[in-house]
């Protein structure tokens, strides 16, 4: 038989189930025949509808699909296992296949009470034929429904923990996967930014310098002087390749950070999450001091992991994302009303994910101090602070 979603029969169990219970058929057939007992026609007569009526139901897909079908259909070869019983004691043992049948069509608050109606039909139909009352009238049913309630109990539940195991094994491999993709895009940007921050650094900045000393010595020279042209047009080449570092930083700056300020793709990033209300505020002078592209792109970073710590894990209802500018530093701070945790055990070995280290990672490489104040039931609040960089002529 096939049965509910919850406990499927293989198909070698579904077999041995059918071989049981038409083998029991026949074999209280034969030994009527066998006797030549009066009601030897009768008992044939029976057991052919119930191999009937058991064929209709395992090729009727209804009987299969749903339980009130299964119902009508064990009661109508219920029924004609009754008339068997009343005509044969050889009927008594095909209750056994009956409470396989039962538990595996019909739900447990249903299949438990048939399976007590069927022990006792069938200890009530031993008592009809038999004139002497022994223990084994009663422990065999009893004993045999008990065997068959445990072994679908049991198998129910090696069924449930392997399905278990399945999605825990198909959420690692999607889990895998998706870290996987996570860390090429990591990777991917952590590369454009570094090499942002080298192109800034270096060559731009030569660049700079080597045309302050192109002025410089332009000035120098007299007016007349044959060296001024060449002078002049290395510092023209010397502006003009500045600008085209300059363009090449722009290129490789975060999608986020092309089309505006930090502050308004923070504010961007409120917007967007999903979950919980989430507040930008920005504080400190009306027109903040101009960031370098690598402490807006790790501000960005860092806003971007706690907020996504905060929609997964915080189950918050409110967030607040604040920009703050100092004199001589900038402060992000990240604080949500969520369920808060331990910062000691996320720090300990094993006891926390990636995204914590990440961000202290990035606040200390630009020589930030990065924060987490935290206690279960509390909230979160991570801060970063970064010292500003001393202005630098370009």
Same mark, same amino acid.
């Given at each position: 038989?096939?049965?509910r979603?919850l /406990?499927?029969v293989?198909r070698?169990?579904?077999l041995?189930?059918?071989?049981l219970l038409?083998g029991?058929?026949g074999?209280?057939?034969?030994?009527?025949l066998?006797?030549?007992?009066?009601?030897?026609?009768?008992?044939?007569a029976i057991c052919?509808l119930?191999?009937?009526?058991y064929?209709?139901?395992?090729r009727t897909?209804?009987?299969h699909r749903?339980?009130?079908?299964g119902?009508l259909?064990?009661?109508?070869?219920?029924?004609?296992w009754a #008339?068997?019983?009343a005509?044969?004691?050889?009927?008594?043992?095909i209750?056994f296949?009956l409470y396989?049948l039962?538990?595996?069509?019909?739900p447990?608050?249903?299949?438990?009470?048939?399976?007590?109606? /069927?022990a006792?039909?069938?200890?009530?139909g031993? =008592?009809?034929?038999?004139?002497?009352?022994?223990?084994?009238?009663? =422990?065999?049913p009893?004993?045999g429904?008990?065997?068959?309630?445990a072994?679908v109990? #049991?198998?129910?539940?090696?069924?449930?923990?392997?399905e278990?195991r399945r999605?825990?094994?198909?959420?690692l491999i999607? &889990?895998?996967?998706?870290?996987?993709?996570?860390?090429r895009d990591?990777g991917?940007?952590?590369?454009?930014?570094?090499?942002a921050?080298?192109?800034?650094?270096?060559l731009?900045?030569g660049?700079?310098s080597?045309?302050l000393?192109?002025?410089?010595?332009e000035?120098t020279l007299?007016?007349?002087?044959?060296a001024g042209?060449?002078?002049?047009?290395?510092?023209?080449a010397?502006?003009e390749?500045?600008?085209?570092?300059?363009?090449?930083?722009?290129a490789?700056?975060p999608?986020?950070l092309e089309h505006?300020?930090l502050?308004?793709a923070?504010e961007?990033?409120?917007?967007?999450a999903?979950?919980?209300?989430?507040?930008?505020?920005l504080s400190?002078?009306?027109?903040p001091?101009?960031l370098?592209?690598?402490?807006e792109?790790?501000?960005?970073?860092?806003?971007?992991?706690? =907020?996504a710590?905060?929609v997964?894990?915080?189950?918050?209802?409110?967030?607040?994302?604040t920009? /703050?500018?100092m004199d001589?530093s900038?402060?992000?701070?990240?604080?949500?009303?969520g369920?808060g945790?331990?910062?000691?055990l996320?720090?300990?070995?094993?006891g926390?994910?990636?995204g914590?280290?990440a961000m202290?990672?990035r606040?200390?490489?630009?020589?930030g101090?990065? /924060?987490?104040e935290?206690?279960?039931?509390?909230g &979160?609040?991570?801060?970063?602070?970064?010292?500003?960089p001393?202005?630098?002529?370009?």
């Amino acid at each position: 038989m096939e049965s509910r979603p919850l /406990t499927p029969v293989s198909r070698m169990l579904r077999l041995c189930l059918h071989a049981l219970l038409l083998g029991l058929l026949g074999l209280a057939s034969a030994r009527a025949l066998a006797d030549a007992a009066p009601q030897a026609g009768a008992v044939l007569a029976i057991c052919l509808l119930m191999a009937l009526v058991y064929a209709a139901g395992v090729r009727t897909s209804a009987v299969h699909r749903s339980p009130r079908a299964g119902a009508l259909w064990l009661a109508a070869l219920g029924a004609a296992w009754a #008339g068997l019983l009343a005509v044969s004691s050889d009927g008594l043992w095909i209750a056994f296949p009956l409470y396989f049948l039962q538990l595996h069509l019909l739900p447990l608050r249903w299949s438990l009470p048939a399976v007590a109606v /069927t022990a006792g039909a069938a200890i009530g139909g031993f =008592l009809v034929h038999s004139p002497a009352v022994t223990p084994g009238a009663f =422990l065999g049913p009893l004993l045999g429904g008990a065997v068959a309630v445990a072994t679908v109990l #049991g198998y129910q539940a090696l069924y449930r923990e392997s399905e278990r195991r399945r999605e825990l094994i198909e959420e690692l491999i999607t &889990t895998r996967a998706e870290l996987a993709a996570a860390e090429r895009d990591a990777g991917v940007l952590a590369e454009r930014e570094r090499l942002a921050r080298e192109i800034h650094d270096t060559l731009a900045q030569g660049l700079s310098s080597i045309q302050l000393l192109l002025r410089a010595a332009e000035r120098t020279l007299p007016a007349d002087a044959p060296a001024g042209p060449h002078i002049a047009r290395a510092r023209e080449a010397a502006q003009e390749n500045l600008a085209e570092a300059r363009r090449f930083v722009r290129a490789l700056t975060p999608p986020d950070l092309e089309h505006g300020s930090l502050a308004a793709a923070l504010e961007r990033l409120c917007g967007s999450a999903p979950g919980p209300r989430v507040r930008f505020s920005l504080s400190g002078p009306v027109r903040p001091t101009p960031l370098p592209t690598p402490y807006e792109v790790a501000l960005l970073r860092i806003a971007q992991s706690a =907020l996504a710590n905060v929609v997964r894990h915080a189950r918050a209802g409110r967030a607040e994302i604040t920009l /703050t500018f100092m004199d001589a530093s900038v402060t992000l701070d990240v604080v949500d009303d969520g369920t808060g945790f331990d910062p000691s055990l996320a720090a300990s070995a094993g006891g926390g994910g990636f995204g914590l280290p990440a961000m202290r990672s990035r606040a200390e490489s630009l020589g930030g101090i990065f /924060t987490v104040e935290s206690a279960p039931g509390q909230g &979160t609040a991570v801060a970063v602070t970064l010292p500003l960089p001393l202005p630098v002529e370009a």
